[in-house]
Each structure stands twice: as structure tokens, then as C-alpha cells.
């Protein structure tokens, strides 16, 4: 399966060149995985999959919905045209799942599992965690595409009167979730604490002990 990043920037100002574009992959050529800049759509994409409707993913969200290519738009909610994803399906050729995540109060948002022949990798949005009850669908993942926001401990997580909670989780945390369903995890969508030494934050990356990767624009791998 061929992963083409072309954006790795979270929703910070742009100030790096290899890091300047909000976030979007785009899987085999075809699917289309958020799409924080426009541009990105210049690729033809055969279906768009959001993980949550904010702006550093879904650009039209602060412009016009007719920005938006005709071909199948898919998201964690109904919104003008747009899909809601709530179930698997088969999209030009890829197996996608959706896996509800904890992020925003405002916005739902969630995962995807995109599977092929037999690999299969998730690509998640912003995110704080994922529920007990979907981490059996977790399992066998050849590579986790996650959040970068944050590194340190506990990431930037608030929580509402009600006990809701919402943000980002750290990196640490994120590691110790997703290390029992892959050997792989590459961070993207990298918030300010990346851009402070980009060396050196890679390298704090490389630092725990399985295989880390950190995104950049135009990044093409295979799994
Ligand atoms: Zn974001
Ligand atoms: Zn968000």
C-alpha cells in the first residue's frame, strides 16, 4: 500500500518548508485521508475521508462548501453532502473503517483502518484515545499513522463540567496505546514543539524503543 503525506503541519503557523502544508495523506494515489489545503486536491483523488471538521483538516470548513471536488466525501458526520462514515466500506479498491476517537466537543471525530490485499494500517486525526471497545479492530496493524501535537506527558487535554474530555494527547501516551497493535508508528501533524530544532526533535522521536518515524511534506512510503 503506497502512503503519500502531503501535508504534516497541526495547527500552528507555517516555519518550516518541509513542514508548511496542514495535514493529508493520500493512500495508492486514489484516497484522499483529511485534506487541510485545498491543493491537495489537485492529486484527482477518487474519495476524501476526514477524520473531523476542523479547518487543519477539512479546509472548506472556514471557506465554500462548492470548493469540494464531486467525488464521495466522507466524514464522522452529515454536513452539507458530506457522508457520515459510520460503518466499513469499500472505497476504490481500500477496505475502510472507521474507529471513533475522543478529540474535540464541538466536532466528531474518528479514526480510519484502510486495509489492502493483506496490510492494513490506521490513520487517525487529532486525538486523545480510542475506547476499550474498539481496540480489538486495532490489531495487526502494519503501521500507525497518528498525532503529533504534542510531546510531552498528558499532552494538552481539558475536560468539561460535564466530565467530557477534549485536545490532544502527548506522544508518550500515544506511543504506549499503539505499540500493542503495530511495530511501526509515524507521527504527523506536528505542533510548536516540534519546530523549536527540528534535529533534535526528530531525534527524541527515535529515542523510544520501537520504530518511530517522524512525517514530512511530500513523504512516500510503503507498507
Ligand atoms: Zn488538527
Ligand atoms: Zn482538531
Not at 115 to 129: A, P, Q, R, S, V
Not at 158 to 167: F, L, S
Not at 187 to 194: A, D, M, Q
Request: charged share 25%; glycine share 8%.
Amino acid at each position: 500500500m503506497k502512503i503519500h503525506f502531503l501535508g504534516t503541519r497541526g495547527n500552528v503557523e507555517p516555519s518550516a518548508p518541509y513542514h508548511s502544508k496542514h495535514s493529508g495523506i493520500l493512500i495508492e494515489e486514489k484516497v484522499l485521508f483529511d485534506v487541510g489545503e485545498k491543493e491537495f486536491l489537485d492529486h484527482n483523488p477518487e474519495a476524501v475521508c476526514i477524520t473531523h471538521l476542523h479547518p487543519d483538516h477539512a479546509f472548506f470548513v472556514k471557506n465554500h462548501k462548492e470548493d469540494l471536488p464531486d467525488v464521495p466525501v466522507y466524514a464522522p458526520e452529515n454536513n452539507n453532502g458530506i457522508i457520515r462514515l459510520s460503518a466499513t466500506r469499500e472505497i476504490s479498491g481500500l477496505t475502510v473503517t472507521p474507529v471513533p476517537t475522543f478529540h474535540s466537543k464541538h466536532v466528531q471525530s474518528q479514526a480510519y483502518i484502510i486495509e489492502k490485499g493483506k496490510k492494513k494500517i490506521l490513520y487517525t486525526g487529532d486525538m486523545i484515545w480510542i475506547k476499550k471497545t474498539h481496540h480489538h479492530k486495532l490489531k495487526h496493524l502494519d503501521l500507525v499513522i497518528t498525532d503529533g501535537s504534542y510531546f510531552r506527558k498528558g499532552g494538552m487535554i481539558r475536560r468539561d463540567k460535564q466530565g467530557n474530555i477534549y485536545g490532544h494527547q502527548g506522544i508518550p501516551q500515544l506511543v504506549n496505546l499503539f505499540r500493542k497493535f503495530t511495530p511501526h508508528i509515524i507521527f504527523t501533524h506536528f505542533g510548536s514543539w516540534f519546530y523549536k530544532d527540528i534535529q533534535e526533535s526528530r531525534k527524541k522521536l527515535n529515542s523510544f524503543d520501537m520504530k518511530i518515524s517522524a512525517a514530512y511534506d511530500g513523504m512516500q512510503t510503503e507498507v
